[in-house]
């Protein structure tokens, strides 16, 4: 187990982390900019890539051939780990953000939350983006919906899969579904309605093999099965602390989740039972994420630290 540190002369929390394709480098996204390891040793510090003043960073998304990191918040930015220079997206500001890179790296998703209305009600806006030419969309189209979360991209197909929802305001809950969509054109091939939930979702997170969409919302998780209305399992934490962080093992024999209770619990996706619990002593736990081979797992906390240990299943 080897715990790795922010840059020297900072207190960081992660909130979200990610590894590089090829597992040799791990970004985390704090309150500002991007930190990133380039080697994994006990007590190395990260570097700090700056994305210019007032950005924050609450999302990351490497592009699958590791050259390229995308960072943001209400803005985005498209980071070269080559040479460390930062280009911003084409979008408005302070549209909450969504987006992620299709496997073959060859497009960029994008999800604006309008400030305003569409016809009347409330709208997001999608955006398909050639990787190697953002400046200009391949499609663009506006749902209705609120998409609440990033896209997620089934493996070896050419669809993404987004949670979206109508807000119920005199029931005081959200509908949420999964709908899968087209990455030619962003057209709509499948839905399916989940329970009702109580509250904005927190993050989601899909199963390796497409077919599971698990939510975390505050001491919940919910794990839905795609194409089956109504089909959920519900854990509870035992700690009744909330929920930080979720992540699948690349096997999707696993989902791992860390909590305000300072832990990182492992749950059996075939039962969802508890199988194992990690205490790290690095604060409370915010975030986790596994390598892509699955030899490694990372789980940042609200002091700097970030602990990485070898994933024994």
């Known amino acids: 187990m080897l715990v790795l540190k922010a840059p020297a002369g900072f207190r960081l929390r992660f909130d979200e982390l990610a590894f590089a394709p090829g597992g040799d480098a791990l970004a985390a996204a704090p309150s500002w900019g991007v930190t990133l390891w380039t080697s994994f040793a006990d007590g190395a510090r990260a570097e700090a890539v700056p994305l210019g003043d007032g950005v924050a960073s609450q999302r990351l998304a490497f592009a699958p051939d590791g050259r390229t990191l995308f960072a943001g918040s209400d803005l985005l930015l498209a980071v070269d780990l080559a040479s460390r220079v930062v280009r911003r997206v084409p979008l408005d500001r302070w549209h909450r953000l969504g987006f992620g890179v299709s496997p073959d790296g060859a497009r960029l998703i994008v999800s604006e939350r309008l400030g305003g209305t569409v016809g009347g009600a409330e709208g997001t806006r999608l955006t398909c983006r050639p990787t190697d030419d953002l400046d200009r969309p391949t499609w663009q189209l506006i749902t209705q919906a609120d998409v609440l979360l990033p896209p997620a991209f089934p493996p070896g197909s050419h669809q993404f899969v987004q949670l979206e ?37 927190d993050q989601a997170a899909l199963s390796p093999d497409g077919l599971t969409l698990v939510v975390r919302l505050r001491d919940r998780i919910y794990a839905n099965l795609i194409g089956v209305a109504g089909a959920v399992e519900v854990i509870a934490n035992p700690s009744r602390k909330h929920f930080t962080g979720i992540a699948f093992h690349p096997s999707g024999r696993y989902l791992a989740a860390t909590s305000n209770d300072k832990t990182v619990k492992l749950y059996d996706t075939t039962s969802w039972e508890l199988t194992r619990t990690f205490t790290w002593d690095i604060g409370r736990v915010r975030s986790v994420a596994f390598s892509p081979d699955g030899t490694l797992a990372a789980a940042g906390s609200d002091t700097g630290k970030v602990v990485v240990w070898d994933v024994d299943l």
């Open 165 to 201: 929802s109508t807000h119920e305001l005199m029931a005081e809950r959200w509908s949420p579904r999964v709908v899968v969509r087209t990455l030619d054109t962003g057209a709509v091939l499948t839905e399916t309605d989940l329970l009702p939930v109580p509250d904005y979702p």
